[in-house]
């Protein structure tokens, strides 16, 4: 049986080429993560650098002292105004509470469950979630499920490296991007991280 690597260079040779200077796929299913201590922390990683999402990511874990995971339901009886003094804007306050309300109430699935639902039914799920788009489902989809056959095609980085890949002047819009991602099933997700790399280095030199 052939390795996504192998599958994928013989799609196209300058997948090929792609693949041979980057490093390799290395995404590993998070078995022990928790829907909500992952999305959660997702919200407050939207639209900031990775470095001050993490330092107001983890002042908010330090409203919740000696505790592995966030329990969802002292999120929603802690005040509005610590989550803010961590560093949170309302509106993530008020996703992150949400949240919290329908992990409570069984709309976000526990892990057992999520691991008996294909990918669209955990999307529809959790997008019902305020400040849960797609996107950020895709994201937990790939990362901490290590589901093989996720493809983002709403992507900014996807969409570049795809464009760079195979010499395209104008990035692929989702729907276009939708039917030439067909040819990399079941591994769009091997494929998507292959074009996030390609972003991170000339096309000619050096591994990335």
């Known amino acids: 049986m052939l390795t996504p690597e192998e599958y994928l260079s013989a799609v196209d040779p300058r997948m090929?080429?792609?693949?041979?200077?980057?490093?390799?796929?290395?995404?590993?299913?998070?078995?022990?993560?928790?829907?909500?201590?992952?999305?959660?922390?997702?919200?407050?990683?939207?639209?900031?650098?990775?470095?001050?999402?993490?330092?107001?990511?983890?002042r908010v874990r330090a409203l919740f002292p000696g505790r592995k995971y966030i329990d969802p339901r002292l999120v929603l009886k802690i005040p509005d105004r610590k989550l803010r003094a961590a560093g949170l804007s309302g509106s993530k306050v008020a996703a992150i509470k949400d949240l919290a309300a329908k992990t409570i109430d069984g709309t976000v699935p526990s892990v057992r469950a999520l691991?008996?639902?294909?990918?669209?039914?955990?999307?529809?799920?959790?997008?019902?979630?305020?400040?849960?788009?797609?996107?950020?489902?895709?994201?937990?989809?790939?990362?901490?499920?290590?589901?093989?056959?996720?493809?983002?095609?709403?992507?900014?980085?996807?969409?570049?490296?795809f464009a760079k890949t195979f010499g395209?002047?104008?990035?692929?819009?989702?729907?276009?991007?939708?039917?030439?991602?067909?040819?990399?099933?079941?591994?769009?997700?091997?494929?998507?991280w292959y074009f996030w790399r390609a972003l991170d280095a000339p096309e000619k030199g050096g591994r990335i």
Not at 131 to 158: A, C, K, Q, S
Not at 170 to 176: A, E, F, R, S, V
């Open 16 to 58: 090929a080429q792609l693949i041979a200077r980057s490093r390799r796929y290395d995404v590993k299913p998070n078995g022990l993560a928790r829907p909500f201590d992952a999305l959660a922390e997702s919200i407050a990683y939207q639209q900031l650098s990775g470095k001050a999402a993490a330092t107001i990511w983890k």
């Open 115 to 161: 691991a008996k639902m294909t990918d669209e039914e955990i999307i529809e799920r959790l997008i019902a979630v305020r400040g849960i788009g797609r996107w950020t489902v895709e994201m937990l989809l790939l990362f901490d499920l290590g589901r093989p056959d996720v493809w983002p095609i709403h992507d900014y980085g996807v969409q570049k490296g």
């Open 168 to 192: 395209r002047r104008k990035l692929p819009k989702p729907k276009q991007l939708m039917k030439l991602g067909e040819k990399f099933r079941p591994h769009r997700s091997v494929a998507a």
